[in-house]
């Protein structure tokens, strides 16, 4: 309701890809999802596994439409702008599904999803560990989430990074932002710490080290890195008069918040495979009394890598075509914007504290009260009116 300007913008490119998303992910997932709640105690456990997986695969399926969406608006391709209307018109839609912005989206996405899981794994394994309880259970489980945690943080770093280089060549002002780089550099230096003035525009203070950005985004170290004030330059003579500098206190920290976490990550993954291929030597386990504490760290990460994704297109909302400011709904006021952004969030935060509550409770009572049957039917006993059905907690 908010972005109706955006909506007729994009709906031409975007109608395709939610369409397919909605008739084949979204259909597949929420049926299996249904089979697999319900269904538990009255389908086979063949079908209700089968059932599990299916959902999994589409929301993974998903996510791919989804993040193909996202990715046109960070590189806009297989399009026009027609020339009545003014909105942007799909002509060729292999170049849409096969946009490297988002795959790359998507497989950054995925990789999220592997380090979320393992993570998750890992502390509640952990836990167990510790108090020596359901061992047969949960050392696998160890087992498991170390693996796919070391795989899963690794494939992030090098998506993220991959996705750094596509940055230098179609979002060059979001690099540039997030590296706190003003002024051209060739080589480009990399930002440890930059501390800037009140206008978010003028550095003051910083520590960096020399040719890292070059090497970083261009796999040499002699690579050019465009400035903020070249590229506002550069921008204005294309795009017209405009603040094309994103809020880089916002960028820079909120990549840095997510790229420090992900390194995190990927260190306790490697450290719990370290203790599996070390025998669960007991001089190691102790320190596994830090990994439930680990669990928030990539939900942060994941937010902070959105907050990164997407504050660094500002003021685009579809890149070089549509600004922010272009894209909302023409009769919006500040008070229904603040209305409804503190509803979704007031009910969002519920619905999340709910589930961390949820999570904490399942997850403390251990497998045997998720092999459980929350309820047993049997076979209903007629007793005149009355139908008895036995259930069992």
């Known amino acids: 309701m908010n972005w109706s300007e955006y909506s007729r913008f994009v709906g031409d490119i975007f109608g395709a890809l939610l369409a397919i998303e909605t008739m084949v992910a979204f259909f597949l997932e929420s049926v299996f999802i249904g089979i697999w709640i319900f269904g538990e105690g009255r389908v086979s456990k063949r079908v209700h596994l089968f059932s599990i997986w299916m959902a999994a695969i589409g929301s993974l399926s998903s996510s791919i439409w989804i993040l193909l969406a996202s ?63 359901e061992l047969e259970v949960f050392k696998p489980s160890f087992v498991a989430g170390a693996i796919v945690g070391v795989i899963g943080s690794f494939l992030l770093l090098m998506t993220g990074h991959t996705q750094g280089q596509e940055m230098r060549i179609y979002q060059p002002m979001k690099l540039a932002s997030i590296e706190a780089l003003w002024n051209t550099e060739q080589p480009a230096s990399f930002s440890l710490l930059t501390i800037g003035d009140l206008t978010g525009k003028q550095e003051v203070w910083s520590i960096r080290v020399p040719y890292l950005t070059s090497f970083l985004a261009c796999n040499n170290f002699d690579c050019e890195i465009q ?28 990549f840095r918040i997510m790229a420090g976490l992900e390194v995190i990550m990927l260190f306790a993954s490697a450290f719990a495979l370290f203790v599996v291929l070390r025998n669960w030597s007991p001089k190691l386990i102790k320190w596994l ?10 939900f942060i990460a994941g937010v902070a890598g959105w907050v990164t994704t997407e504050m660094g297109r500002q003021p685009w909302i579809v890149q070089g075509l549509l600004t ?40 403390r009572q251990g497998t045997q009260a998720a092999l459980t049957k929350s ?5 209903p006993t007629n007793t005149g009116n009355i139908i008895i059905i036995g259930a069992q907690d």
């Open 71 to 133: 990715g046109w608006m960070h590189n806009p391709v297989g399009y026009i702008i027609n020339p009545v209307t003014g909105n942007a018109q799909l002509v060729d839609i292999f170049a849409l599904l096969t946009n490297p912005k988002g795959w790359l989206l998507f497989q950054h996405a995925f990789s999220a999803g592997l380090a979320t899981a393992s993570i998750f794994m890992l502390g509640i394994s952990s836990w167990y560990i510790l108090r020596k309880k």
């Open 227 to 254: 400035g903020v004030n070249q590229l506002q330059a550069e921008y204005e003579a294309r795009y017209g008069p405009n603040d094309y500098v994103p809020l880089m206190v916002v960028t820079y920290w909120s």
């Open 289 to 298: 009394k830090w990994m439930p504490y680990l669990i928030p760290l990539p």
């Open 324 to 363: 922010t400011a272009q894209a909302v709904s023409p009769n919006l006021t500040v008070t229904m914007v603040s209305t409804t952004l503190v509803s979704f969030t007031l009910l969002y935060g519920v619905l999340a504290l709910v589930m961390f509550r949820l999570m904490y409770k399942f997850a």
């Open 375 to 379: 309820v047993d039917v049997e076979e």
